[in-house]
C-alpha cells in the first residue's frame, strides 16, 4: 500500500499564497496518475486537479482554482505540489493527495481527475484555513 504524506497547510488571509507537498513512499510520482482533492466541513470532496506524473503534465484544474493554482512535481523527491495563488474564505478546507496505483500509466494517458473512487491511495490530508 502506497503511503502519502502531505504538508504546507496553514492559516492565511484572502490574498495569501500557500504551497502543499505530498511525498509518496514509492515510486509513485513518475509511474501514475496522482491528484489533489479538497474537503470543506458539510461538503463532499471535490477535485482540485490532477496530473500524469509519467510526464508531469496533461495537468487539470478545477474551475474553481483555474488561474490560481499550480501542480507540480519532483520525482527525484518522489513529491507532488500544489501551489495555491490570491486565496479567498471558499477554499478553506483539508487538502488531501491521491495516487490511482490500480495500473500502469503511459507518456499519452490523460489522467483526468475523475470522482474520488478512482484513486485507491490517499494521505490524511493538512488544513488550509482563508480568513477574510
Known amino acids: 500500500q502506497e503511503q502519502l504524506l502531505e504538508s504546507g497547510g496553514g492559516s492565511v488571509q484572502a490574498g495569501g499564497s500557500l504551497r502543499l507537498s505530498c511525498a509518496a513512499s514509492k515510486r509513485t510520482v513518475g509511474s501514475n496518475c496522482m491528484a489533489w482533492f479538497r474537503q470543506a466541513p458539510g461538503k463532499e470532496r471535490e477535485g482540485v486537479g490532477s496530473l500524469n506524473t509519467v510526464v508531469g503534465g496533461r495537468i487539470f484544474y478545477a474551475d474553481s482554482v483555474k488561474g490560481r493554482a499550480t501542480i507540480s512535481q519532483d520525482k527525484a523527491k518522489n513529491t507532488i505540489y500544489l501551489q495555491m495563488n490570491n486565496l479567498k474564505p471558499e477554499d478553506t478546507a483539508m487538502y488531501y493527495c491521491?495516487?490511482?496505483?490500480?495500473?500502469?500509466?503511459?507518456?499519452?494517458?490523460?489522467?483526468?481527475?475523475?470522482?474520488?473512487?478512482?484513486?485507491?491511495?490517499w494521505g490524511q490530508g493538512t488544513q488550509v484555513t482563508v480568513s477574510s
Open positions: 491521491a495516487a490511482d496505483t490500480s495500473g500502469a500509466v503511459s507518456d499519452f494517458d490523460v489522467c483526468s481527475m475523475g470522482a474520488v473512487d478512482k484513486y485507491n491511495n
